[in-house]
Every structure is written in C-alpha cells, then in structure tokens.
C-alpha cells in the first residue's frame, strides 16, 4: 500500500502562491490517476485536481486557471502549484489516488490565505 507525505503549505496572503508535493513511498507509475483533494473547516472534503498517468488535467471550477497539477512518476511525487490564492482556499490539503485508497491517506498540509 503506498503512503503518501504532503508538504509545501503555510500561511500566505491573499493572491500568492504556494507549491505543495506529494511525495509517495512507493511507485505511483501504475495509479492510473491522482488528485489533490481539500478540506475547509466545517466542510467535506472535495477533490480540486486531477491528472491521469498520461497527464490528461481536470480541476474544479473554482480552482481552474489559478491551480495546476503535475506528476513525476520518477520520483513518485505530485505536485500542485497555486497562484492567486483566495481566503477560500484555505484547507488542509491532501494528495491520493482517484478513486482514492483509504489506507493511503496522509497527514495532509495546511494552507492559509489571508485577506
């Protein structure tokens, strides 16, 4: 089962940009397709970002344009770059596969973006 270490969040202000990454404990080559899902307080986690092992994207609209998804299949780590951060970004962040694994959940990274 592979485990999954998310890193890269913190604390911006509104309109700046993080880099998170997913770094995988074993080989992701074979995971058809991964995301990056979120989780505000109070909400349900969502999944936000897509890409298959061919690199097909797919975002959720509120996302789109602002957030983009990689993967390095060498490395066993994906990536999601966001720019112009919103307050409504704010959430913990989690990397897994799609449809996800359960046993594979991580810690998740926190992102704050204040106004």
């Known amino acids: 089962q592979v485990q999954l270490v998310e890193s890269g969040g913190g604390l911006v202000q509104a309109g700046g940009s993080l880099r998170l990454s997913c770094a995988a404990s074993g080989s992701i080559f074979n995971i058809n397709a991964m995301g990056w899902y979120r989780q505000a307080p109070g909400k349900q986690r969502e999944l936000v970002a897509v890409?298959?092992?061919?690199?097909?994207?797919t975002y959720v609209e509120s996302v789109k344009g602002r957030f983009t998804i990689s993967r390095d299949n060498a490395k066993n780590t994906v990536y999601l770059q966001m720019n112009s951060l919103k307050p409504e970004d704010t959430a913990v962040y989690y990397c897994?596969?799609?449809?996800?694994?359960?046993?594979?959940w991580g810690q998740g990274t926190q992102v704050t973006v204040s106004s």
């Open positions: 890409i298959t092992r061919g690199g097909t994207t």
């Open positions: 897994n596969a799609v449809p996800y694994s359960a046993a594979s």
